[in-house]
T-cell receptor
Framework: EPEVTQTPSHQVTQMGQEVILRCVPISNHLYFYWYRQILGQKVEFLVSFYNNEISEKSEIFDDQFSVERPDGSNFTLKIRSTKLEDSAMYFC???????????FGPGTRLTVL | AQSVSQHNHHVILSEAASLELGCNYSYGGTVNLFWYVQYPGQHLQLLLKYFSGDPLVKGIKGFEAEFIKSKFSFNLRKPSVQWSDTAEYFC????????????FGTGTKLQVIP
């Protein structure tokens, strides 16, 4: 069964460094999302992406964040200058057009030191 | 803006006990409703979903949920829990159509004691 994959599973970085989290959505999906879950808190929406542009973003998704679909398969989240409070699990999700069920990846645990 | 509230943050049950986890949402339009489960160290998995039709939906592993539109509720139930059901459960809502961000509840940690 097709699934969303994410790499790396765990990323440790120093404060102020740039990180890129990678996701490979299910191949025929058209809508892509990033969510994050700070330890002990609920999963929060960051950004949605469709037709090669951001369709919606939350207030968390400030200028430090950017997303890209550099080729036909990858969907990346870049954090330009990481802060301690960016430490969280980051989930990618995707779905087909017109279908609400989103398929989530296994997540990348980001630890900012 | 849509929101989801889950009333129980931490539930402890013995095996074979019945489970009901509460979920209420607020949104003015048509919504699709979900329950996700996150087992320790694992990613989110879909337990069940409601789009339309029969308000009583059945999911995997013996779980079911009932959509009561008048109460804006979508409670999760299981008649007899097992130790393997120990996990965190998230209720979620997506507004129909358009760009469908998922709004999650705060989650309920279920601990099943053998």
């Amino acid at each position: 069964e097709p699934e969303v994959t994410q790499t790396p599973s765990h990323q440790v970085t120093q404060m102020g460094q740039e990180v890129i989290l990678r996701c490979v959505p299910i191949s025929n999906h058209l809508y892509f999302y990033w969510y994050r879950q700070i330890l002990g808190q609920k999963v929060e929406f960051l950004v949605s992406f469709y037709n090669n542009e951001i369709s919606e973003k939350s207030e968390i998704f400030d200028d430090q964040f950017s997303v890209e679909r550099p080729d036909g398969s990858n969907f990346t989240l870049k954090i330009r200058s990481t802060k301690l409070e960016d430490s969280a699990m980051y989930f990618c999700a995707s779905h087909l057009a017109g279908v609400s069920e989103q398929f989530f990846g296994p997540g990348t645990r980001l630890t900012v030191l | 803006a849509q929101s989801v509230s889950q009333h129980n943050h931490h539930v402890i049950l013995s095996e074979a006990a019945s489970l009901e986890l509460g979920c209420n949402y607020s949104y003015g339009g048509t919504v699709n409703l979900f329950w996700y489960v996150q087992y320790p160290g694992q990613h989110l998995q879909l337990l069940l979903k409601y789009f339309s039709g029969d308000p009583l939906v059945k999911g995997i592993k013996g779980f079911e949920a009932e959509f009561i539109k008048s109460k804006f509720s979508f409670n999760l139930r299981k008649p007899s829990v097992q130790w393997s059901d120990t996990a965190e459960y998230f209720c979620a809502v997506v507004n129909s159509g358009g760009y469908q961000k998922v709004t999650f509840g705060t989650g309920t940690k279920l601990q099943v004691i053998p």
